[in-house]
């Protein structure tokens, strides 16, 4: 995802005409990135695999909905889709907690996922990302899709809004909500973080 | 601290959007200048920075394998065996139409065949009853000594015997005016009988092989003319019984089986052309018994019943049935051989009979494949539309 293709629009233009060899050059192109959202918003590896390979094949079926502009945003709002439907398949249910932030009491921050870093294994900064991760899991699903489109994708706002079906006042809204939701947990974790990752707040002057 | 609480959800939105830079410049302006003045928003401000930093360091990853398509991925998926374009649609409706119309012209054909045909059997079928019986019962006595070796093999056979009466319908009509011929019945019986020599046999095992027997029954008549007693049993017995207690209705061919009664009426012959398996087995059977394979077959053989000699006719268009069995010669009966084959109209006549009664036969499945296609066509047609 990192550079363009130079002839995307070409292999687009194959692939539409049934190219498999053209579509499949895309999907080396941007499988990271597809995959990589599809495991922030499933939250593990082999949802995300399926999620992935069912993207794909959903994008290619459908090539004739790409109306140009960006074919990455096009792609991932697919993907998104594809996850949608994988956790409605496996039933499970995205944890919906930040709906009243920033308005609620700050000392109690979202609850954790059961299975919390303990303190000796957040203090590597691999347990940080999963920290992290875990926080961006804890979101509602509409939220921790925008912050992922947004936060780790590059997205911009109308790129968004075209990948999730709404309009940018959603956008900003749910990213709002969504990094002030990731930002409350890890300070509900802060503690255990090193020195150097710690969310600064007036909370230390209590 | 307290200014945080003090924090509502719209501050935390133009926050956001300006870490986005994507705040129109009087709201930025404006924020700027709160921030100037609001250590509490700054903070704020700062620690969202830091958490979206912390978003987007996450390490990126990577795809565990390729997510390349296969065609096999990408194929639309086929739970039809048939295609669905328009091109197989019209086509199939096309079949239908056809298949539809010919089977409605073959019913109605066998409606109109139905109604003129002979009815005033019954009388006749009785005589010939008796007559049968009385040669059954001296048949039986001979046919047992062969019967019992051979008794397994009939019984499959002659199953398959009446299988294939049902399914060669068509073939028998054709085969019919082979043996109309009145100089070529000789040869065309003598062809045809020597692949039912083994079925021959049966009589013994009336009740397995209960359909063949009833075709064998007019067979029978024609065999006791010439060897008499010997050929006589195993037809007449089949014959005799099935005529006697009115069993003659074959499971398989239901059509079949009422056209041989009828020409037994007409005729006061047991042997209808009832199906060819039948004439086969009558064929085989008195083959067997009288050890000449063509010459038993002829009407003159049999001076005594005057109807059997009809019965014979009727046996003769059995010719369908293939030489696959080859005569065996069975040394107790003698062989007489007198190939008068003499074949009367009769036999042409039932010939022709024996075709009205395929169509029937027919038209029903004719019917049933036109009904399919256009299912077929209906089908497809609505998958096409919904995948639209």
């Known amino acids: 995802m990192v550079s363009n293709l130079e002839n995307e629009a070409a292999l687009i233009q194959a692939a539409r005409r049934g190219g498999l060899d053209a579509f499949n050059t895309l999907v080396l192109h941007y499988q990271n990135g597809v995959y990589s959202l599809a495991y922030r918003i499933m939250g593990e590896p082999a949802a995300a695999a399926d999620a992935t390979q069912d993207a794909f094949i959903a ?22 889709n594809a996850c949608y439907d994988e956790l409605r398949r496996r039933k499970r249910r995205p944890i919906a907690a930040f709906d009243d932030l920033p308005g609620g009491d700050s000392d109690d921050g979202p609850a954790l996922p059961a299975d919390a870093p303990t303190p000796e294994q957040v203090v590597q900064q691999g347990e940080l990302n999963r920290a992290i991760e875990q926080c ?61 990752y710690r969310l600064r707040s007036n909370d230390e002057a209590t | 601290m307290s200014a945080r609480r003090n924090f ?34 700054r903070q704020e401000l700062e620690a969202l920075r830091q958490t979206v ?33 328009a091109a197989f649609s019209g086509v199939a409706a096309a079949a239908a139409t056809i298949l539809i119309l010919v089977g409605a012209g073959l019913l109605f054909l066998r409606s109109s065949s139905m109604t003129s045909a002979p009815s005033p059997m019954q009388p006749a079928l009785q005589q010939e009853s008796q007559a049968e019986v009385a040669l059954v019962i001296t048949e039986t006595a001979l046919p047992s000594a062969k019967a019992g070796e051979e008794t397994d093999e009939i019984a499959t056979r002659s199953n398959e015997m009446t299988l294939d009466g049902l399914f060669y319908l068509p073939t028998t009509a054709s085969a019919v005016p082979y043996s109309t011929g009145d100089g070529s019945l000789a040869e065309s019986e003598a062809g045809f009988a020597a692949p039912a020599m083994s079925n021959a046999q049966e009589p013994q095992e009336a009740t397995t092989a209960i359909p063949a027997f009833e075709i064998a029954a007019p067979t029978v008549e024609s065999n006791i003319g010439r060897d008499g007693d010997l050929t006589m049993q195993t037809g007449v017995q089949m014959g005799a019984t099935f005529a006697a207690q009115g069993t003659l209705p074959q499971p398989v061919a239901p059509p079949v089986a009422a056209d041989s ?3 037994v009426g007409g005729n006061s012959l047991p042997a209808d052309d009832a199906g060819a398996g039948a004439a086969m087995m009558a064929d085989q059977a008195i083959v067997t018994v009288t050890g000449t394979p063509a ?11 005057t109807t059997t000699a009809d019965a014979a006719r009727a046996s003769l268009p059995t010719p369908t049935m293939q030489p696959t069995a080859t005569a065996s010669p069975t040394p107790t009966t003698a062989s007489s051989p007198t190939p008068a084959a003499t074949q009367t109209q ?43």
């Open chain 1, 59 to 80: 994008a290619f079926r459908r090539l004739d909905t790409y109306r140009g502009g960006s074919f990455k945003s096009w792609l991932l709002r697919i993907a998104t």
């Open chain 1, 136 to 196: 961006i899991a804890a979101l509602h699903a509409d939220q921790r899709t925008v912050l992922i489109l947004s936060d780790i994708e590059g997205l911009s706002y109308q790129e968004i809004a075209d990948s999730a079906g709404v309009n940018l006042g959603t956008v900003k809204s749910r990213l709002s909500r969504a990094r002030a939701g990731v930002r409350q947990c890890l300070r509900a974790v802060q503690e255990l973080l090193p020195a150097e």
């Open chain 2, 8 to 41: 509502t959800e719209q501050d935390y939105e133009l926050l956001s959007a300006y870490l986005d830079g994507a705040l129109p410049p009087t709201e930025r302006t404006a924020l700027e200048t709160r921030l100037g003045a609001d250590d509490g928003l």
């Open chain 2, 53 to 85: 930093t912390l978003i987007g360091n996450l390490p990126a990853r990577t795809a565990p394998r390729d997510f390349t398509l296969t065609p096999a991925m990408v194929r639309p998926a086929r739970w039809l065996i048939f295609p669905t374009s």
């Open chain 2, 261 to 263: 009664a009828a020409q």
């Open chain 2, 295 to 305: 010459a038993t077959f002829n009407r003159e053989m049999q001076p005594d019943l």
């Open chain 2, 346 to 388: 009769d036999a042409r006549d039932r010939a022709s009979d024996a075709f009205a009664v395929e169509p029937v036969d027919l038209a029903p499945v004719i019917l049933f494949l036109g009904v399919l296609f256009l299912a077929v066509a209906a089908v497809t047609t609505i998958i096409r539309r919904r995948r639209r």
